[in-house]
């Protein structure tokens, strides 16, 4: 999906932002709310960001209370996913470790697409630095994000911050590449020259002409990236370079989990099984999105 | 290099177009030339990595000289030291000759096992190739065979199963797959070994590399098959594909010869987009699976602070991750040459 995406992204360029956009995207919703598959994805993502947002309300137990008398109980009535190796409460640490590894995928998919975006447009708006700015980008294509976790966490240290800047080294050169190509596009409308011919300044029209025509592209492919962020912010928690015991991560706790696998594979299914649904309902929205908000993005 | 990737990627669709017959195979001269070329533009991410693997170095926390002189040595003695490892230095120079040491395959000693860093890839590099490429074999004719039944089929119950495979394929986290396998095949059932690695293939490792490799390989399906689907798919339309039935040519003929093989130009692109899942993805199936690869070793070496270990692994991981995007760039050659025309 990725490919598609980047593959068509440099052609034809955006529609100028207009008043009649604002009906467009409101009958986009209304298209994605008649789609089932993204109907199910989305409330199954919503379900998921709710209950991470209000963890306190929700989750049944302290997730960092344990309990030696309780240690890896099955699922029961009074622990509905059981309870791991040191008598925590699971379902109250999925809650919390979803909290966890949504925040870490966000702080990589937002910061990164941030930056990648702000180099994409810069690029596309001075070409003088075009060929500087992409270089720069081939560079960092040229590390693999587990990668970049791994070293990044030998030289700091394994946690969050490792995981984190990962995510966000792995999201930019993906965007700059995006915007850059959407950006280039609009560079060559008519209205363009039109704002510079006013005497809009340079800021001005990168904001108002360029940037704001660009970030629904920019937007989409986000959306269509933070599922993969997610898979490599767990694996990276998973080998144990992303936040450190006793912090409820899903990563992470499906590597404890490991250790028990054989007496109860449930304490290291559950939280797997959570990364797997965040991200099919994150692809199968993203998808959806794409095909209402963005059709040129796809195939 | 991969700006040439972004490139193939803009001529996806145009590339699935070529029809096989009228293509000529690239020859020796130009292919070389193609060659020289993709590896003076990989220079700069190699310079990249060799920085970043040099960085790491420099934060092991202690002065080296201080080590080797030992507690108690003299200032003088110290200094001397330091200027013998090139540590008085400018940064910039050290890092030249921290180049220079790399090419004569100088990576230093273990911190932990005191063994050379350069003995340890050794021994670690086999597995890590004969995992990943018993992983491609595994996934490539499968994801092949699923994204071509699924385009011939276009719109049935049969199209969208392998669909849905492939998004849940896509979704599904390495380490996941490679728990249910070793709980449900490993252990529950007792069919196959899932700690270690036996020997090489030859020798009887067979057994002991299926579930590792299946764990890999089962990764890359879903996206191989999904990208083959839309590029049949485009291929069956195309004029050449219309004539070949209206010369009279068996349907199955028309699929293997004309549509698939033309078809194999985006995958091969995708391949190559996917080495960085297929890399991340070794290192989490070589840790869970104590399989004795380069990703255990990086992985072990950041966890005990062993940092020149870490450096040399992690310096052969972004190696190879360039090497097979160069070795993706040569097949995409041979296989579209109006790559080389330009």
Partial sequence: MTVDAIGTARTGPAPIVSESALPARASALRRLARDSVALIAGSILALFVLASAVAPLVAPYDPYFTNMSKVIQPPSAMHWFGTDNAGRDILSRVIYGTRNTLLIGLAGVVIGGFLGGLLGILAAFYRRIDGVIMRLVDVMLAFPAILIGLAVAAISGAGILAVVTALIIATVPDIARVSRGSAVGVMSQEYMEAGRAIGLSDLALMWRYLTLNCISTIFVFLTLRFGQIILIGSALGFLGMGAQPPTAELGMMAAQGRDFLFMAPHVAVIPSLAIFLIVLAANLFGDALRDVLDPRLQQ | ?342
């Fill in chain 2, 1 to 342: 290099m991969q700006h040439n990737i972004s490139r193939r990627l803009a001529e996806l669709e145009l590339s699935a177009y070529h029809p096989k017959n009228g293509a000529q195979r690239v020859g020796g001269d130009g292919m070389g030339r193609q060659i020289i070329h993709r590896l003076l533009i990989s220079l700069p991410a190699l310079l990249g990595v060799l920085f970043l693997c040099f960085c790491l170095l420099q934060v092991v926390p202690a002065d080296p000289a201080i080590i080797i002189a030992g507690p108690d040595a003299k200032k003088e003695t110290v200094e001397a030291i330091r200027k013998d490892l090139g540590l008085d230095q400018p940064i910039v120079l050290q890092f030249v000759n921290y180049i220079g040491r790399v090419a004569q395959g100088d990576l230093g000693r273990s911190i932990i096992s005191n063994k050379k860093v350069i003995e340890e890839l050794a021994y670690t590099i086999g597995p890590t190739v004969e995992l990943m490429v018993a992983a491609m074999l595994l996934a490539v004719p499968v994801g092949l065979l699923l994204g071509t039944l699924a385009a011939v089929s276009r719109g049935s119950i049969l199209d969208r199963i392998i669909m849905a495979i492939s998004v849940a394929g896509v979704s599904m986290p390495v380490f996941f797959i490679g728990l249910l396998l070793i709980q449900v095949v490993g252990y529950r059932w007792g069919l196959l070994p899932f700690t270690g690695r036996a020997g090489p293939v030859w020798a009887g490792g067979l057994p002991s590399l299926i579930l590792p490799a299946v764990t890999l390989g089962s990764v890359l399906i879903g996206p191989i098959a999904r990208i083959t689907r839309t590029a049949v798919r485009e291929v069956l339309g195309a004029d050449f594909v219309r004539t070949a039935r209206a010369k009279g040519l068996k349907e199955r003929v028309v699929i293997m010869h004309h549509a698939l093989r033309n078809a194999l130009i985006p995958v091969v692109t995708l391949i190559g987009l996917q080495a960085a899942f297929l890399l991340g993805g070794a290192v989490v199936t070589e840790t869970m699976f104590s399989w004795p690869g380069v990703g255990r070793l990086a992985v072990g070496a950041i966890t005990s602070s062993d940092f020149p270990t870490a450096q040399g692994a992690i310096m052969v991981l972004a190696i190879s991750f360039l090497a097979i995007n160069l070795i993706v760039d040569v097949i995409y050659v041979y296989l579209d040459p109006r790559v080389q025309r330009e």
